[in-house]
């Protein structure tokens, strides 16, 4: 089956544009022209990956992407915005974006990013080897499969990217984690993301898996290095 990608866009001609870029590289395409019916689509259809405008009429693209998260689909978007428009990578990363592009891109440019997440996400969701799908730690518990943590009978959904830093964090247990080091290997090469994206995905975490995220118990920071992660959770210094 050919990769089936979701475009949410407005505007018919970058909509026309992309849908026969992506047809003519053996992509199935879905259109929607606004966020209510992107939305719709996105959770009821069979969707690989969703290209999402921010200013869409209706609903518009970050309250779609939190609304797809919070219902915890767990497929690839990617944030369309227009050049100028100020687009806001923390919000949009914390929402759950996986990329971003501003307009106008190249097709070339939307054909790799498509598939480079498409790579990422093709084995789904698996768990730390050795680890199962689900791992408990404190009073936390993480679902890898639904995408999804419960701590103290709260529960959250997880971005790919907090699930594959988490991830991280489990195989790396006990390690100081320098944040470059992080960077590089849970962000890989390329891309925009500095330092400080790291703090905001460990920051994001700490409120899903934290029973206190201000004291936290399992990712501590090492001071002017990066962080820790502690399953047995004692109090941190
Ligand atoms: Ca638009």
Known sequence: MN??????EDEPLIRMAVTDALRGNGFGVMEATDGEEGERLALRESVDLVLL????PKRDGFTVLRNLRRDRLAVPIIMLTARGEEFDRVQGFEHGADD???KPFSMAELLLRIRALLRRSEGGAPGVDGLGD?????????DFAAFAVTCLERRHGLSRREL?????FLRF???VLDRYRLLSDVWGPGGDPTVRTVDQHVLKLRKKIEPDPSAPRHLL???GVGYRF????KASQ
């Open 3 to 8: 990769p089936q990608i979701l475009i949410v």
């Open 53 to 56: 405008d921010v200013m869409l």
């Open 100 to 102: 971003y592009l501003v």
């Open 221 to 223: 920071t090492a001071h």
């Open 230 to 233: 502690t399953r047995d959770g």
């Open 134 to 142: 689900r791992v408990r730690f404190g009073d936390t518990e993480v």
């Open 164 to 168: 594959e830093l988490l991830q991280y």
């Open 173 to 175: 247990e006990n390690e």
